[in-house]
């Protein structure tokens, strides 16, 4: 099942021409075309399904600078400024709330990474602060767990998935961009090295410059013009409950993770447990994911299932060029893992006894576009002038979002960046630059 989204109107005319062309409706991809069309930028947003209909939509919704690695940390301090200027732009509540991250333990190795990263968090202006054990107890209203310590962000917080990518998507169009649903981008159109403008199932948009925001779809969107792009998805599931008794906004702990939402309800999943679908896409790229996957292989199930066949990493989406198959999947929706929901049900109930009886409103699965590294790609593209990718953001894509969407429009404006773009070039992956994972 699919998470709820708010659904927003598409235009009904496509342009013959625009300054710029984004492909794909999700969080960066929308937040690129607001902050894009802002400027006065001509602007024309396509996505092959809804807006925020898949990664954008099936994430915690978490807006945090705690635990990020070095890389990601000065785009994530930029993304939560943004987060706070969107309400009053907007005119709309898109859910952001500095209502503080917790995270607790039991588990003293992991108290000890906390703890190791909390010097760094505070040479760099993040206000963490560690939580002994009674510290954390006065946080958390439950009595079944015995927590050893935590630490707290008490200016992080999170937002609602179901209205943000649609907000800002809506925040575009108020400025001039189109935004065309069910619109599927089939190729590029490049000349003499530069790319033109795109092909899509409804017609041909010329461009002087193309963001590629197609999330777990990048890596095959790209091949066809020879541009490797090494991308895994990791497959992984959430649920949401129904509305019920307040037992705080954010909390993570090795067992579980819970968002309380706008309506009262909570979003609940588990950090680190996930399927790695054996697919011909991830065996293409198997070396470059090996490190990574080999460090994490104990918190991770290995599968077969219908990736293989279909999708954006399966036997036909890498021996074919077939521009038409994104159109003929117009949402990633996976299976959610049964063996997660009752993992985190288990882990939920066990520590709240307030919640013992808590009921689920709704499960959906989802595939997280991962880099080899874990650190997004925000880039210009070699081979083809005027392209920009921004994708890979191995699960850290919704709460930096906005400052991704707001550096990969300076990267296609050629303007100064923000932040120091090296760390997220693309070239990192494919020129044998040796990578470090991350590991937050």
Not at 11 to 18: I, R
Not at 51 to 62: D, H, I, K, P
Not at 63 to 77: G, T, V, Y
Not at 250 to 259: H, V
Request: aromatic share 6%; with cysteine; net charge positive.
């Amino acid at each position: 099942m699919s998470p709820v989204v708010e659904r927003i109107a598409s235009n009904e005319h496509l342009p013959k021409a625009v300054d710029v062309v984004i492909v794909g409706g999700g969080i960066v991809g929308s937040a690129t075309a607001y902050f894009l069309a802002k400027q006065g930028v001509s602007v024309a947003l396509v996505e092959k399904g809804h807006v925020a209909c898949e990664q954008s939509s099936r994430n915690w919704g978490w807006c945090r600078q705690q635990n990020r690695d070095a890389r990601e940390l000065p785009i994530s301090s930029v993304s939560m400024r943004l987060w706070d200027s969107f309400a009053p732009e907007l005119g709309r509540d898109l859910g952001f709330r500095r209502c503080g991250l917790i995270y607790a333990t039991h588990d003293e190795s992991v108290l000890a990474q906390w703890a190791a990263w909390h010097p760094f968090g505070k040479e760099n202006g993040v206000d963490t602060r560690m939580l002994s054990a009674v510290e954390v107890a006065q946080h958390i209203p439950e009595t079944r767990r015995k927590w050893i310590g935590g630490v707290f962000s008490p200016n992080d917080g999170k937002a609602e998935p179901a209205l943000a990518a649609p907000a800002l998507a809506e925040g575009a169009r108020a400025h001039g961009a189109t935004i065309h649903q069910g619109c599927a981008a089939r190729g590029l159109d490049i000349a003499n090295g530069r790319v033109i403008g795109v092909h899509t199932e409804k017609g041909l948009i010329k461009a002087n410059a193309v963001l590629c925001a197609a999330g777990a779809w990048a890596s095959r969107f790209l091949r066809p013009h020879g541009i490797s792009f090494p991308q895994a998805g990791v497959r992984q599931t959430a649920l949401r409950t129904k509305p019920t008794v307040d037992v705080g906004n954010c909390l993570y702990s090795p067992d579980f993770a819970m968002t309380r939402r706008l309506d009262g309800s909570y979003t609940l999943a588990i950090s680190g447990k996930a399927t790695i679908d054996i697919t011909p896409q991830g065996l293409r790229y198997s070396r470059e994911f090996l490190p990574q996957f080999a460090r994490r292989l104990k918190n991770v199930r290995l599968g077969l299932g219908r990736s293989f066949v279909s999708g954006p990493e399966s036997l036909p989406a890498l021996l074919t060029n077939n521009d038409r198959i994104f159109e003929q999947n117009r949402v990633l929706d996976p299976e959610p893992q049964q063996w997660l929901i009752r993992k985190v049900l288990d882990g939920v109930r066990g520590t709240f006894p307030q919640l013992a009886n808590i009921e689920v409103d709704s499960v959906w699965g989802a595939l997280v576009d991962c880099s080899p590294d874990a650190v997004p790609v925000i880039s210009k593209v070699d081979q083809v002038e005027g392209l920009v990718l921004a994708a890979g953001c191995s699960g850290h894509g919704f709460g930096m979002g906005p400052g991704i969407g707001f550096l990969a429009a300076q990267l296609l404006r050629n303007d100064a960046p923000c932040v120091d773009p090296s760390p997220f070039r693309l070239s990192r992956l494919v020129d044998g630059s040796k990578l470090d994972i991350a590991g937050l």
